[in-house]
């Protein structure tokens, strides 16, 4: 059974940096591709960045040149690095592990429990 634990989420003022990271146990990390999404309050889930088993990323337009996502395979562990962070970038993120190796949003998933970011004007 796969589980995800986030962490590094918080409080913090518009400009700033987090970094979130999500530790995977109960598969075989390398081999899948992992992503992070995020919810605010009223609206639906969305992509922020995913990255495949071989390191091949996407960001979501809203995110580019200010978040980044990398891997440590070694560590079984994704992390979100994010700079520049405005208001609307409030919300819980989650992780999640496709059920492949390419980010297929109809692949067997498994999601983290989420973790808060909020950003303050």
């Known amino acids: 059974q796969v589980q995800l634990v986030e962490s590094g989420g918080g409080l913090v003022q518009a400009g700033g940096s987090l970094r979130l990271s999500c530790v995977a146990s109960g598969s075989i990390f390398s081999m899948n591709a992992m992503g992070w999404y995020r919810q605010a309050p009223g609206k639906q889930r969305e992509l922020v960045a995913a990255i495949t088993s071989g390191g091949t990323i996407k960001y979501a337009d809203s995110v580019k040149d200010r978040f980044t996502i990398s891997r440590d395979n070694s560590k079984n562990t994704v992390y979100l690095q994010m700079k520049s962070l405005k208001p609307e970038d409030t919300a819980v993120y989650y992780c999640?592990?496709?059920?492949?190796?390419?980010?297929?949003?109809?692949?067997?998933?498994?999601w983290g429990q989420g973790t808060q970011v909020t950003v303050s004007s």
């Open positions: 999640r592990m496709y059920g492949s190796s390419w980010y297929l949003e109809n692949s067997n998933s498994s």
